[in-house]
């Protein structure tokens, strides 16, 4: 199993900052891709940032110029460094990892999810 745990969600007004982390524990199965999704009432989960499993940054639209993830592979730890926060930007962020075991199955796991409210 992976077990993923989010941090660092929290009300802040228009332009301000916030930075999320995601913590992986695991056992037999490496991790080859992480990233950040949201999701706000009534609407679906779309992606906000991820590493992709070679490496590279993909961002959705809205994040672009404003977001920024990063991580620690030792500590199998992602960051998402949001700036500029809009309303919209207002949804429940979730953290996932895309896996594969030692005889080739993939699974992606999710996070409990944490709170981001931008409001003034």
């Known amino acids: 199993q992976v077990q993923l745990v989010e941090s660092g969600g929290g009300l802040v007004q228009p332009g301000g900052s916030l930075r999320l982390s995601c913590a992986a524990s695991r056992s037999i199965f490496t991790i080859n891709a992480m990233g950040w999704y949201r999701q706000a009432p009534g609407k679906e989960r779309e992606l906000v940032a991820r590493?992709?499993?070679?490496?590279?940054?993909e961002y959705a639209d809205s994040a672009k110029g404003r977001f920024a993830i990063s991580r620690d592979n030792a500590e199998a730890t992602v960051y998402l460094q949001m700036s500029s926060l809009k309303p919209e930007d207002t949804a429940l962020y979730y953290c996932?990892?895309?896996?594969?075991?030692?005889?080739?199955?993939?699974?992606?796991?999710w996070g409990q999810g944490t709170q981001v409210t931008v409001s003034s």
């Open positions: 590493f992709t499993s070679g490496g590279n940054t």
């Open positions: 996932s990892a895309e896996t594969t075991t030692r005889w080739g199955a993939r699974y992606t796991f």
